[in-house]
């Protein structure tokens, strides 16, 4: 309604925060073009537009932001700092040391990675040409493509990566594999195919975890990507090395990946990219639907059902059952979910009890009470020999490699 508050008020944004042309599009008209609001408030951190932004960005921040405690002005810093790349320490600046408590520091400097690109704030796009989505045409009507918590499930067809791309140009991402004992012979396909699919055009770090860093073959990387070995012990039973990993990853969260990347994607070894899997799949927290149980009943799932174990999953409970093979997010996530996944492994094992899915039941249990931000397709988690390919499985973009199950184990 012309002349209600509601409508002065939007009307004022408009005036403070509009750098662009003056002419409306005019709700309904159509016209191309029409782009204002990826223009309003860019970058100028001291006026009043800013912060007309901020209230305006936090309901957008990730749950973990309200977690993690954030005071107002500290969000404001984050989202507008030029480069959201930069390491959590720089951040801090020397005022600040001199004002903020220590327990602030340590709070501000934990979530340094976490308020960036898409999670907080609305990046800004250049002009781009690409189809127009229609709204009384879904994308796809065959399979499910949110979740009853607004979190889009990724299938081929509902995204488009011009718009991605462009949105996520500045992401660093960091994609950890572990090849312990003979699963370094998975790593130079592993590796090739990643070079043609995973994020191809984007900043990567591979970080390989491994006890033979001899064995870490040589693959030429494209520029802006690299490869760092990790050394790390090993344990006797395979059951060990998978469920540690948790605890691996928390670790090098800690020391350097929340310093060194954006994102992280943690993913098997024992597997081949062969198709785009690309920054459709980042957002703060996401998973994947299992290739074994997309279809199943809540029973059917193998979630932990003995409530001794800190795994349990109650029979009413679960959205969906997850795989241990394919999870990632923002640093500050991953790290959260990796260090409750590995304490609560601690404590079953003080419990002489082990999980019956090991670190995939934690995982699900920790996805559970945690939404993911993001669900990704049985596309991005594929055995061809183990499963018949369903119509509405469009593409196969990362598909596990046929191996000799106690040959590579032991
Ligand atoms: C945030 O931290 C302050 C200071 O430590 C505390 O007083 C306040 O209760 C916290 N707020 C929330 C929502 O946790
Ligand atoms: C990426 O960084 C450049 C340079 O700092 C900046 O101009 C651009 O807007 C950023 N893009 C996005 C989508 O954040
Ligand atoms: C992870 O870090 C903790 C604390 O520094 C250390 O005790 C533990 O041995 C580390 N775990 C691994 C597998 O490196
Ligand atoms: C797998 O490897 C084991 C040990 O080398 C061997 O005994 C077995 O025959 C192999 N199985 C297949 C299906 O190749």
Known sequence: MPGSPSMLLVTMVMRLCYNGPVAWPGWGGGQQGSAWAPHLCSQEPETKSVRICVLKSQPVCPPAQRRLNFTLLFVAQQCFQPDSRMGAE???????????????????????????????????????????????????????????????????GVFDSTILDAQFQNATIGLTVFAIKKYTIFLELFLQTAEKHFMVGHRVTYYVFTDRPADVPR???????????????????????????????????????????????????????????????????????????????????????????????LREEGDFYYAGGFFGGSVVEVLQLTTAC?????????????????????????????????????????????????????????????????????
């Not at 990790?230 to 998978?242: F, G, I, K, M, P």
């Open 90 to 156: 720089k951040r801090v600046s020397k005022d600040d040391r001199g004002v903020v408590p220590q327990q602030m520091l340590e709070t501000k400097q934990f979530s340094g990675s976490n308020c960036h690109l898409d999670t907080c704030r609305v990046p800004e796009v250049p002009r781009m040409v690409y189809a127009k989505a229609q709204v009384l045409k879904p994308t796809r009507a065959d399979v499910l493509v949110m979740t009853p918590w607004f979190a889009p499930i990724i299938w081929d």
């Open 219 to 313: 693959v030429p990387l494209a520029e802006g990507r690299q490869l760092v070995v990790l050394e790390v012990r090993n344990y006797a039973r395979w059951q060990d090395v998978s469920m540690h990993r948790m605890e691996m990853i928390s670790n090098f969260s800690r020391q350097r990946f929340l310093r060194e990347v954006d994102y992280l994607v943690c993913v098997d070894v024992d597997m081949k990219f062969s198709d785009h899997v690309g920054v459709e799949i980042l957002s703060p927290l996401f998973g994947t639907l299992h290739p074994g149980f997309y279809r199943a009943a809540r029973e059917g799932f193998t979630y932990e059902r003995r409530p001794r174990s800190q795994a349990y999953i």
């Open 342 to 410: 590995h304490q609560a492994m601690v404590v079953d094992r003080a419990n002489a009890i082990e999980a019956v899915c090991h670190d995939e039941s934690h995982l699900n249990r920790y996805l559970l009470y945690h939404k993911p931000t993001k669900v990704l397709s049985p596309e991005y988690l594929w055995d061809e020999r183990m499963l018949q390919r369903p119509p509405f499985l469009r593409k196969l973009r990362y598909v596990a490699v046929p191996k000799n199950h106690t040959e590579i184990r032991n």
